[in-house]
């Protein structure tokens, strides 16, 4: 297909730190799994999991740095940001649309451009993502890496059972987004478009 039918929505930047993200959480879930679930979980040694598990911790938190830095440095943050004027009724159809109306063909009310690539369910999903949830695993997980180092921040958050379950519970929610993001992935005009977008940058007009 001819790039003069396609629109350039994600940028290089964008598309590296998405696949990485993507690698990296993968190999956290696994890891995870095997660190807290042991005795069920044998992807690797026990000592090789917490290994791969600390240091795939520690590219996430780098990648994320670069992914702020890009986001703020060019103002693109912006994207992520509802329009306070329009956010109810936007959500609304939008919500119609995924209950309802996409199991009978109606159009997606969103449309994408490159300047407007979220639709206000997706912006306030990523909102919480970005900027709470994630945050606060990567926090969380460098405060349980180094227990005694941390040992004042992690009084000052409940002590460590507080700041174990807090993982745990982020480590649960981060699986179930996985599955729900990889789901959302396959609802463009084809099962396999929006994750050929994240190669080349390219998505189809509608």
Same mark, same amino acid.
Request: glycine share 4%; hydrophobic share 60%; charged share 10%.
């Given at each position: 297909m001819s790039h003069d039918k396609m629109m350039y929505?994600?940028?290089?930047? /964008?598309?590296?730190?998405?696949? /990485?993200?993507? %690698?990296?959480?993968?190999?956290?879930?696994l890891t995870g799994l095997q660190i807290r679930f042991a005795e069920t979980f044998t992807f690797f040694t026990l000592e090789d999991a917490i290994n791969i598990h600390n240091y795939v911790g520690f590219v996430v938190i780098g990648i994320y740095g670069l992914w702020v830095s890009y986001y703020f440095g060019t103002m693109k943050i912006k994207l992520y940001f509802p329009d306070l004027r329009t956010f109810i009724p936007d959500v609304i159809r939008q919500a119609k649309y995924y209950g309802y109306g996409i199991f009978i063909g109606e159009p997606?009310?969103?449309?994408?451009?490159?300047?407007?690539?979220?639709? %206000?369910?997706?912006?306030?999903?990523?909102?919480?993502?970005?900027?709470?949830f994630l945050p606060a695993q990567m926090i969380t997980?460098?405060?349980?890496?180094r227990v005694k180092k941390f040992e004042d921040y992690i009084s000052l958050l409940g002590g460590l059972k507080i700041v174990d379950t /807090?993982? /745990?519970?982020?480590?649960?929610?981060?699986? %179930?987004?996985?599955i729900v993001h990889f789901y959302l992935a396959t609802l463009g005009h084809s099962a396999t478009a929006h994750f050929k977008a994240m190669f080349t940058g390219y998505e189809e007009h509608h």
């Open positions: 929505v994600h940028p290089a930047p /964008v598309r590296v730190w998405h696949w /990485v993200n993507a %690698a990296g959480f993968v190999l956290l879930i997606n009310p969103h449309v994408m451009t490159p300047d407007n690539k979220f639709n %206000a369910m997706q912006k306030k999903a990523y909102l919480g993502l970005m900027f709470v997980g460098l405060f349980l890496w /807090v993982h /745990v519970l982020l480590f649960f929610f981060f699986c %179930a987004f996985m």
